[in-house]
């Protein structure tokens, strides 16, 4: 069992950034790569970024390109996204998940564990 924990979340102004926090337990995740999504009211839950198990590894949602970087700390079981230059449309609850697999994934069904999700709200 994983348990996640997202933190980081808040109220920021358009251009503005915030960085995400995820932290795991009950099992090391170093192993398994791990993603963010995101949800906003009356949409489905979106891929953002996600990371293969060392790091060597990203791949990013259009919505996140250029913008956004994930990252992790196996040490700390952690994992982050940096997000720069934030807009209205980012708003949303955003989720960290664990994919019990090496390589990336970027559709929901193919993450395990879930995090309760961190609020992002972009003032214009």
């Known amino acids: 069992q994983v348990h996640l924990v997202e933190s980081g979340g808040g109220l920021v102004q358009a251009g503005g950034s915030l960085r995400l926090s995820c932290a795991a337990s009950g099992r090391p995740v170093s192993s398994y790569a791990m993603g963010w999504f995101r949800q906003a009211p009356g949409k489905e839950r979106e891929f953002v970024a996600g990371i293969s198990w060392s790091g060597g590894s990203t791949y990013y949602g259009d919505s996140a390109k250029g913008r956004f970087t994930i990252s992790r700390d196996n040490a700390k079981n952690t994992v982050y996204l940096q997000m720069n230059s934030l807009k209205p449309e980012d708003t949303a609850v955003y989720y960290c998940?664990?994919?019990?697999?090496?390589?990336?994934?970027?559709?929901?069904?193919?993450?395990?564990?879930w995090g309760q999700g961190t609020q992002v709200t972009v003032s214009s």
């Open positions: 998940a664990v994919r019990l697999a090496q390589n990336i994934g970027t559709i929901v069904p193919e993450y395990n564990y």
